[in-house]
T-cell receptor, first 114, second 110 residues
């Protein structure tokens, strides 16, 4: 059974600070996703990481993947209030012959205070 | 381009009532999914489909049924709603590597 653990589950931080959200998963996986969700809204895709050592950056967010350690990180640089949201990582066992869906972590509720 | 559209957006049901949630996608994706989201639980997979006419159980399938008669539509049915099915339901479609989510259906069972 594939399990995905995120930490922390709740994070309150000040604007301008840096921080990292961690995502551990239990078995070998093809790919890892990061999503953002604002209150009452749907999920917005942030990053798709497809291989060991993959690093992607968009604005103040950078995601990386270490498949050997089964670990992904989402790093926030110089946080701003607009980044306040819940962030989910998700993993799939997709292997080309079918797609059995994503297994999600419980999410990290991020509050960025002025 | 509408993407993934869910109907309805909100619904209140009485215990024991039935209903169907509709998911429609216009991206010609093979794979479609139904998830539920509960506070502190993340999203959990209910059922999924890898093509027209096929369905499979996910992590939490009990109390739900699904059908995929047309490629673009994926229906989620509750035959006899229970308060434990109060949740936000998300539909998603994907092919091959990225999933696109609908706007969600907030269902309350009283």
């Amino acid at each position: 059974e594939l399990k995905v653990e995120q930490n922390p589950l709740f994070l309150s931080m000040q604007e301008g600070k840096n921080y990292t959200i961690y995502c551990n998963y239990s078995t070998t996986s093809d790919r890892l996703y990061w999503y953002r969700q604002d209150p009452g809204k749907s999920l917005e895709s942030l990053f798709v990481l497809l291989s060991n050592g993959a690093v992607k950056q968009e604005g103040r967010l950078m995601a990386s993947l270490d498949t050997k350690a089964r670990l992904s990180t989402l790093h926030i640089t110089a946080a701003v209030h607009d980044l306040s949201a819940t962030y989910f990582c998700a993993v799939t066992m997709y292997s080309g012959g079918g797609a059995d869906g994503l297994t999600f972590g419980k999410g990290t509720h991020l509050i960025i205070q002025p | 381009n509408a993407g993934v559209t869910q109907t309805p957006k909100f619904r209140v049901l009485k215990t024991g009532q039935s209903m169907t949630l509709l998911c429609a996608q216009d991206m010609n994706h093979e794979y479609m999914y139904w998830y539920r989201q509960d506070p502190g639980m993340g999203l959990r997979l209910i059922h999924y489909s890898v093509g027209e006419g096929t369905t499979a159980k996910g992590e939490v399938p009990d109390g739900y049924n699904v059908s995929r008669l047309k490629k673009q539509n994926f229906l989620l049915g509750l035959e006899s709603a229970a308060p434990s099915q109060t949740s936000v339901y998300f539909c998603a479609s994907s092919f091959p590597s990225e999933a696109f989510f609908g706007q969600g259906t907030r269902l309350t069972v009283v």
